[in-house]
């Protein structure tokens, strides 16, 4: 597949930090492509390099196969912008928002097309001031599309949203990837990386530490599932007992609670069950999950994407 | 779908739109712009209107000089002990202190700094010479100036419009591009097509629409409510007011190009205005300021619009005779809207 976008070597400082130290990625078409890290990792400093909005310090930056120096404005028709916290102005209604917007582009939707696509549809005639967290979002989905883009970069779509906004607006992207379009987006949310994005960036200090789809990152760490278990005077088994089940690679217990890290769940998890039933233990709660890019986040850098 | 659309459709005329939509929506901004220069005006012109002529508190300290001086109806005469009027000058309750002189004179005791000290010596000194008998030898009779074009609410208007053209255009200007800047809103714009010079000019379409409202809202009530005068051609009356308005808005484009804040745009604008307001001649004339220091007052454009209106308005003045003041406006706008361009800040 082509590279939609093309970043090389780039590296932006300001006056006593390196916000963007030696970045190089490829974001083909038609691909969601997530940059992921936590706050202050570098993300809306690369993002905004690659949108035209900050010159970089050195490197390159190819989109569509032309240059923000010698083609800024055939890019901007054919690029979609979300920024992070942008207020649009709050006396204008949701249609005279879109309808500004829309004056900007020489092809794409009506505004009330536009807005159908967020499904905005029965907040057209509203105030911006009186929309919801999610639904300004939305609008601002809205004003991203009104020109048709090829290439969609949406900066920490969902931050700040409450669960159920979070999911709508997923739902909204996975619409606009199944039309065929380029999504780059940042994100400091891992369940939101491994939902929407085809392959990940996982950026810390400036740096991209690790490269590739949320499958093949999670796999890289060589540990696949998380069981968690609780039994009765479950204090009696010993870590080394534990250990010696097939296909467990780490244990770790927390007030009577045991976690283990394992290889094979199909194996595991009845060997486990056979270790309780020999010696009469009952078990009171059992919990399985997958191993997260949480949790290849934190074997990287031995931090936490965020502070919860 | 297509290039083919209305030009309503196109970005100047929408962003116009939207500085316009989101100006009337904002009910604090209407008022300041339109009602409150009516309700100055009323006040004032209220206040001053056939204003009579002052009369002056004086004070004798002998009955027969208090009986001559009160032939004269613009002094009003107390007769006091010495040392009581010596008090009522002292804290200012008169104006002057007439008391019996050696060898049959007469001394006045006043403040010469004073104006009405001064007036009212010029008075008594009159009706005492008058009342031991002198006769002018020149008859003189007076003629009331009270028409039209020379009382104080001619002089206020075309002052108020003047600095209500600077206030509305610069806060107009200024507040509307640094919250834009705040809000991020500016980023946003320029992450789209839009062509940057359309997103200024739309500050100065929108200005002109409301140039013609807050002109109107002013003028019409000078003139309908006081009988202001508009002995000028209403051409060049517009061309003023629009060439004013234009330069205060290059002028508040200056001052909003860098500026992040709100607080920040609003300390920058008052420093800028408030001298104006005292020295450009809005409520009184700009000549009562020392000599040394008029040549750089009648540069400020405040000064040279309200110069502009004033001799329009009240003297019909030509478009010649308005060169001058046109040619400072024009100074203030080439060079604060290069400046602007230079300096603005689009992040």
């Given amino acids: ?308 | 779908m297509s290039d083919q659309r209305r030009w309503t459709e196109g970005p100047l005329a929408q962003m116009t739109l939207v500085r316009f939509l989101e100006f009337i929506r904002e009910p604090e901004a209407l008022f300041w712009v339109f009602i409150f220069p009516i309700l100055l005006a009323a006040g004032l012109g209220i206040a001053f209107r056939n204003r009579p002529a002052d009369v002056l508190k004086i004070a004798a300290t002998t009955p027969q000089l208090a009986q001559s001086l009160r032939q004269e109806k613009l002094l009003d005469v107390a007769q006091l002990s010495e040392s009581a009027a010596q008090d009522a000058l002292r804290t200012g309750k008169v104006a002057l202190v007439v008391g019996p002189g050696p060898s049959g004179g007469v001394v006045y005791k006043y403040d010469d700094t004073n104006p009405e000290g001064r007036g009212a010596r010029m008075l008594a000194d009159r009706a005492v010479q008058r009342a031991a008998g002198r006769v002018d030898p020149v008859s003189a009779s007076d003629q009331w100036m009270r028409e039209p074009g020379s009382r104080y609410i001619d002089f206020l208007i075309p002052g108020l419009l003047g600095m209500n053209l600077m206030g509305s255009a610069i806060w107009g200007m200024g507040f509307a591009i640094v919250d834009a800047r705040r809000r991020k809103l500016m980023k946003r714009l320029i992450a789209t097509p839009m062509p940057r010079h359309d997103f200024l000019l739309s500050f100065v379409l929108s200005r002109l629409f409301m140039l013609v409202i807050e002109v109107g809202v002013v003028l019409g009530f000078g003139a309908l409510v006081f009988g202001v005068p508009v002995r000028g051609s209403l051409f060049n009356l517009a061309l003023l007011c629009l060439l004013a308005s234009m330069s205060f808005s290059a002028l508040g484009l200056l001052l909003a190009s860098r500026a992040r804040t709100i607080e920040a745009v609003s300390g920058l604008m008052n420093s800028i205005m408030m001298p104006m307001w005292i020295v450009s001649g809005v409520f009184f004339s700009a000549q009562r300021f020392p000599d040394f220091a008029q040549p750089v007052i009648k540069a400020l454009p405040l000064t040279a619009a309200i110069d502009g209106l004033r001799l329009n308005l009240l003297q019909g003045a030509s478009l010649a005779q308005l060169a001058p003041q046109m040619g400072v406006l024009g100074f203030w706008l080439v060079v604060c809207f290069s400046l602007a361009l230079k300096l603005f800040r689009w992040r």
């Fill in chain 1, 1 to 308: 597949m082509a590279a939609a976008l093309e970043v090389r070597e780039l590296r932006k400082a300001y006056k006593d930090v390196v916000a963007v130290d030696g970045v190089t990625l490829e974001v083909r078409a038609g691909e969601c492509f997530g940059l992921l890290g936590p706050n202050g990792a570098g993300k809306t400093t690369t993002i905004e390099i690659c949108e035209g909005l900050l010159d970089a310090d050195s490197g390159s930056v190819e989109m569509l196969g032309m240059r923000w120096e010698t083609d800024s404005e055939r890019l901007r028709q054919r690029l979609g912008i979300q920024l992070q916290e942008t207020q649009l102005s709050e006396k204008l209604t949701v249609f005279e928002t879109v309808r500004l917007f829309r004056s900007f582009y020489k092809a794409g939707p009506s505004p009330a097309e536009a807005i159908a696509l967020v499904q905005l549809q029965e907040k057209q005639p509203s105030r911006v001031g009186t929309l919801s967290g999610g639904q300004k979002q939305r609008l601002a989905m809205a004003c991203a599309l009104v020109g048709d883009p090829e290439f969609l970069f949406l900066d920490e779509p969902t931050t700040g949203l409450d669960p159920q906004a979070r999911r709508q607006l997923w739902d909204l992207i996975e619409e606009f990837k199944r039309g065929g379009r380029t999504i780059l987006l940042t994100t400091h949310y891992m369940d939101e990386a491994e939902r929407l994005c085809d392959r990940v960036a996982i950026m810390d200090h400036g740096k991209i530490i690790a490269l590739g789809t949320p499958r093949e990152l999670i796999g890289s760490i060589g540990v696949e599932h998380v069981v968690e278990f609780s039994a009765g005077g479950a204090t009696l088994l010993t870590v080394s007992d534990l250990k010696k089940i097939e296909g467990v690679r780490e244990v770790t217990t927390e007030n009577g609670n045991v976690q283990l890290q394992v290889t094979e769940l199909h194996r595991a998890v009845p060997a486990l069950l056979a270790e309780l039933n020999r010696q009469g233990l009952p078990l009171t709660e059992l919990r399985t999950h997958s191993a997260t890019l949480e949790d290849v986040f934190v074997t990287l850098t031995g931090r936490r994407l965020r502070d919860e």
